[in-house]
């Protein structure tokens, strides 16, 4: 499959799954060192914390709920500790974290982002995983991990700074869902270049056993699949009036939840897990 780049360049890449691991990649792969360039637009909202338009307003807001419901889950396994949220962009989910008397520490390789969660959190926030010997209770990777370069060895990297029975909690698209499904080329969750990787329920699993973790249970991202679906809508029919493509993808997000009630596809899964 051939998909796009809506937000900076609008160039194309190829999704390459290979044959014995099933794993899916893009293609060409921009390198650690011109990556930076594909994350320089307004558009690229996880970066910012104003929304200038409908779609960034609407992220804002379910932003705010997500939040909510992200410390919740986190709850059920530990009830107080520390925690590190790794690609932590702008700080929303540590200030949140903070604010309830966690102790916090956030990983952002964008020093733009990095600056505003420290303005916000009023805490160090690291460039690299190496600057940490800290280990945590929960280790976060909130729609991240499928920017990573190098899978394996950021997991492990990741492990070591976990606690023996802490918890890794990894959000990523998944485009086995119906949305995914329904836009083909021009789904949002595949995000080329800037999404190196692409996940489904088993090549998540395995990714997480190889490097020594233990997946213990897997939620969904409900609202993702109305978000991603409104992007998804604006690539493929820029020309449709607004309230048309809203309609279009709250219609399509709906289904999209109501298949994966059956299938547990969602559009977008929290997967967590303990070191095996």
Same mark, same amino acid.
């Given at each position: 499959?051939?998909?796009?780049?809506?937000?900076?360049?609008?160039?194309?890449?190829?999704?390459?799954?290979?044959?014995?691991?099933?794993?899916?990649?893009?293609?060409?792969?921009?390198?650690?060192?011109?990556?930076?360039?594909?994350?320089?637009?307004?558009?690229?909202?996880?970066?910012?914390?104003?929304?200038?338009? &409908? *779609?960034?307003?609407?992220?804002? +807001?379910?932003?705010?709920?997500? @939040?909510?419901? =992200?410390?919740?889950? /986190? %709850?059920?396994?530990?009830?107080?500790?520390?925690?590190?949220?790794?690609?932590?962009?702008?700080?929303?989910?540590?200030?949140?974290?903070?604010?309830?008397?966690?102790?916090?520490?956030?990983?952002?390789?964008?020093?733009?982002?990095?600056?505003?969660?420290?303005?916000?959190?009023?805490?160090?926030?690291?460039?690299?995983?190496?600057?940490?010997?800290?280990?945590?209770? &929960? *280790?976060?990777?909130?729609?991240? +991990?499928?920017?990573?370069?190098? @899978?394996?060895? =950021?997991?492990?990297? /990741? %492990?070591?700074?976990?606690?023996?029975?802490?918890?890794?909690?990894?959000?990523?698209?998944?485009?086995?869902?119906?949305?995914?499904?329904?836009?083909?080329?021009?789904?949002?969750?595949?995000?080329?270049?800037?999404?190196?990787?692409?996940?489904?329920?088993?090549?998540?699993?395995?990714?997480?056993?190889?490097?020594?973790?233990?997946?213990?249970?897997?939620?969904?991202?409900?609202?993702?699949?109305?978000?991603?679906?409104?992007?998804?809508?604006?690539?493929?029919?820029?020309?449709?009036?607004?309230?048309?493509?809203?309609?279009?993808?709250?219609?399509?997000?709906?289904?999209?939840?109501?298949?994966?009630?059956?299938?547990?596809?969602?559009?977008?899964?929290?997967?967590?897990?303990?070191?095996?």
């Amino acid at each position: 499959m051939i998909a796009r780049d809506y937000t900076v360049t609008q160039g194309d890449f190829s999704l390459q799954q290979c044959e014995q691991c099933h794993f899916v990649a893009t293609s060409p792969r921009p390198d650690q060192n011109s990556i930076a360039l594909y994350y320089q637009s307004d558009k690229y909202i996880s970066h910012t914390s104003s929304g200038k338009n &409908v *779609i960034d307003r609407i992220y804002l +807001l379910a932003r705010n709920y997500t @939040l909510r419901s =992200k410390y919740k889950l /986190i %709850k059920k396994y530990k009830a107080l500790g520390s925690v590190l949220d790794y690609g932590c962009g702008t700080g929303a989910f540590l200030h949140y974290i903070q604010k309830r008397n966690w102790q916090i520490a956030g990983v952002e390789p964008s020093e733009a982002a990095a600056k505003k969660a420290h303005e916000l959190t009023r805490t160090e926030i690291y460039h690299d995983l190496k600057q940490i010997n800290d280990k945590f209770d &929960v *280790i976060t990777l909130w729609h991240v +991990l499928e920017h990573v370069h190098d @899978l394996n060895e =950021k997991l492990i990297e /990741i %492990k070591d700074h976990l606690e023996k029975d802490g918890i890794l909690l990894v959000a990523v698209p998944n485009y086995k869902s119906q949305d995914a499904q329904k836009y083909g080329a021009f789904w949002a969750g595949f995000d080329v270049p800037r999404h190196l990787w692409h996940f489904s329920n088993s090549t998540m699993k395995t990714l997480l056993e190889k490097n020594g973790f233990r997946l213990i249970n897997t939620m969904p991202m409900k609202l993702d699949s109305y978000y991603v679906s409104l992007l998804s809508e604006s690539y493929k029919q820029p020309k449709k009036a607004t309230i048309l493509r809203m309609i279009s993808a709250f219609l399509c997000g709906l289904s999209s939840n109501n298949s994966a009630r059956r299938t547990g596809q969602y559009s977008s899964l929290i997967y967590i897990a303990r070191q095996s």
